[in-house]
Every structure is written in C-alpha cells, then in structure tokens.
C-alpha cells in the first residue's frame, strides 16, 4: 500500500471516528438516516480497500502476509451484517444496539498507521500470557480473601461505607469488595467500619423485662444496643434474641485489610504494570532494530516455499533467489543491480555448505545458519566472549550433528562456480576462434575472385569447430 493511500485511508477512519460521535440521545428520524447512510459509505470504503488487496497481493497471502488483515476483514464482516440490520429491517433487533457498537473498533485501525499507538497494542498482546498469569494468582488471592472475608466479617453491622453495596454477606457481595478494594476506592473506610465494638448488638424481637433495682426495661426489636453501655439490659434478654454483628477482633480487621492491599494491590497489580511497561520497552527496541519481526516472518515464507519438504536444508544454488524474493536489509527486492548485490551479499556472508546425511547430497545450506548470517551481515555485533560462547552453544544444539565442521562456505561454492563459468566461457571462445577469424576475414578483403576461397576456409573452419565442441 502507497503512502498517499495509507495517509487517505488514516483520513477516512478520522472521518468516521466524528461520524461516531455525532450520534447523541433523542436525535431525529432524518438524523438516524444520515448517520446510517455515512455508515453505509465507510463501509463500502472500507469494502473497496480489501478488495483492492486481494486483487494486489491475493487472497491467500492477504490473510497470511500481514495479521492485520485479519483484523481489517472482521470489521468488514462485522459492518456489513450492521448496514444490512440498518436497512433491511425495521424491527427490534436484541443483538442490534451491539453490532452497532462493534462500529467503535473500526478506529482501532488507527494503531496500524500510528507507530505510538501500534506499540501499545502490540504491547497488550505481547503482554496477554504474562498477564494471565498475573491475573489467575491475584484471581486465586481474591478468591482466598474473599472466603476469609466472609468467615470474619460476614456478620459485621453495615454501615455508612460497609453497606448492602459492599459487604462480605454473600460471596459474589465480597468478590466485588476485594475488586473494589485493589482500586484503593475507600478501603481504609471499610477497614473502620469492620473494626466496629459499640452500638453492634441488633435486638430481633421486642422485650420487656425488670433490672434489678426494680425498673422495667423495654426495648423495640430491629435496635442495636451497645455492649458495654448496656450490658445489664443484654444480660436479662435471652441469646435468641441477640445477634451480636460486633467485629470478632480490631486487630484482625487491620492485619486482614493490610495484608491484602500489600500482596494485591501493591505487588500484583504493579506487576502487571511492570510488565507492560517492560514490553513497551522491548518492543520500541525491537521496532528500531535493523531485522524487525516481519523481516523474519518474511524469510520463513520464503524458505517455505524453497524447502516444501521443511528439510532445513536449500541447495546452494537457490541462495540467489531466497535473495531476490527478501526485502532489504536481508535480501535485494526492489533494488538495482541485483546480479551484483547478490554476490556481494553472499560473498559478505558466512554461510556453512553442508552435506545433507540421509540424502548424501551435498552444498546445502541450513536454516538457521542462513538466517544468522543474513542478519548478522546488518545487524552483527561484538559480544562479550562468554555471551558468545552461550549463544554459539545454543545455536549448536539445533544444527545438524556433523562428523567435522564443514570446510566450505557459500561464498567459497558460489566462487568455484563463478570461476568454473569463467574457464567454459574461455574455452567455448578458443573453440569458437576460427569462426571470428573468418568474420574478420571477411571485413577485409574485397568481393571477387576471393570470396570463393574466404568461403571454403569458412566450411572448413566450421567444421573443425563443430568437431571440437563435440
């Protein structure tokens, strides 16, 4: 895709990023139809740009070569199921309102064009397994303390901030407290309220009794009465009728609380940021190196269709054309000279000719021998020797185990060949002298009587010619 049409298409999706947002509440019937008919022309744009592609590239290669199309392709898919739901029909539709809202992801497509943003969300599935993992031992943690939760606070007194809202009655209540809490939306508040001693006892049925010094006690039910305040009045009325909702200990509500924002909050979710923000740094560092991730996806499908047999292994002689098919900076596509540029890259390089053990054939180059070195050739630098040594002990555990190392190289069988072309062009010229002699011959003497002769040395010359290419 050109620039002018990358930059036309950035334009569109803005266009429809505002089309968006000029929905409101209560618009009109003319208005609905507007929006609709814009919505219909973005996605027939947006129809017309994958078709273009497929005419371009292929479909095959459409879904294959960038994974972005596959996203294009399900916003496509997706907006036409809703122009067709805007006008062919009129009727309540349930899954209506959310393929209208799935309108929304077209400005994802944003993140294709924009570097910045296409960093952040490389970023997020970069991050998705680390997160997962993140997410399942503070899900576990949540699960634990929620459990706990509800064994200690359970039966605690709501109150201004532990209400029927947030609270550990019931499991569901007390997942949604721990959520909540890793926010650090008023837990400290919550804390105090589970740390409640006074005004904690609800009285459940209405009593009327007698202190000992002679006066009559009553007390409606649906009160709470404070244990130490009211400790002869609690003390004349039966169990059944106090439900005490006092918190079990203050001290426990505070290690409780402590310890969860401690592991939850403070480790585990800032783990989750350290590892975005450790995947946003390698994935800059990555989009400024030389050999980015799609030159390497580029080389695999390349050696794929050399190698149907993922052998490992390609024939010397097919170098040149995994040359002419990779994008610079490891191969030559699109570029001048190529004839001159393979050579210098494959006498640039360090490639390995090996023998082929099942087959006994020999010069063949191996995988990832070629895809070090290409990538070395741009993107090499001095190691320290330790760090040398690992990664030179990694790449051997997955070569080819060999008798000796090879002695040769690409560059050295890519030599002999070019030499070997040399020498047979040479002596085809030799063979073909007598042939140019007569050429010559002919140039310099004049028509007449001896052209006849000039013509029998011509056969003569042509068959002793003949006789020494046979």
Known sequence: MTEAAEYAMFAVIMCNAVVLMMVHYGQSHRWDVAISAANACFTGIFIIEMVLKWIAVGIPTYFTADKWNVFDFFIVCISIIGVGCDFGTTA?????????????????????????????????????????????????????????????????????????????????????????????????????????????????????????????????????????????????????????????????????????????????????????????????????????????????????????????????????????????????????????????TIMNCDIPSRTVKTTGRVHYIHFLETLHALAGRVAGTDLPLEEEYRIHAKLLRRLPKDEEPPKYTAAHVHSAIQVACAIRAFMHRKRLAPLWHIEQLKSQVGVGAGIYGISGLEKQSKEEARAQLE
């Not at 952040?120 to 997160?131: D, E, F, G, K, N």
């Not at 191969?331 to 393979?342: E, H, W, Y």
């Open 92 to 344: 309540t539709v349930t899954v209506l309102p959310l393929l209208r809202m799935l309108r929304v992801v077209r400005v994802v497509k944003l993140a294709r064009r924009a570097r910045n943003l296409r960093i952040m969300v490389s970023t997020l599935v970069w991050s998705a397994p680390a997160i997962f993992n993140i997410g399942s031992v503070l899900f576990l943690v949540m699960f634990i303390y929620a459990i706990a939760g509800m064994t200690l606070f359970g039966n605690v007194k709501l109150q201004a901030n532990l209400d029927q809202h947030a609270n550990f009655q019931t499991f569901p209540s007390a997942m949604l407290m721990m959520f909540r809490m890793l926010t650090g939306e008023n837990w400290n508040a919550i804390m105090w309220d589970c740390m409640i001693k006074t005004d904690c006892i609800y009285i459940t049925e209405d009593f009327t009794g007698t202190l000992p010094d002679g006066d009559t006690v009553s007390v409606q039910g649906g009160h709470y009465l404070d244990s130490k305040t009211d400790a002869a009045v609690l003390g004349l009325m039966p169990k059944s009728i106090k439900d005490d909702q006092c918190s079990p200990a203050p001290a426990l509500a505070v290690i409780y609380f402590l310890t969860y924002m401690l592991i939850a909050t403070y480790l585990l979710v800032n783990m989750v940021v350290g590892i975005i923000i450790d995947n946003i740094q390698n994935i800059t560092y990555q989009e400024d190196l030389p050999v980015t991730h799609p030159h390497l996806e580029r080389f695999v499908t390349v050696w794929e269709e050399l190698d149907p047999h993922a052998t490992g292994f390609i024939h010397i002689n097919h170098l040149g054309i995994l040359l002419e098919e990779l994008p610079p900076p490891l191969g030559v596509k699109g570029l001048d000279n190529v004839r001159i540029r393979i050579q210098d």
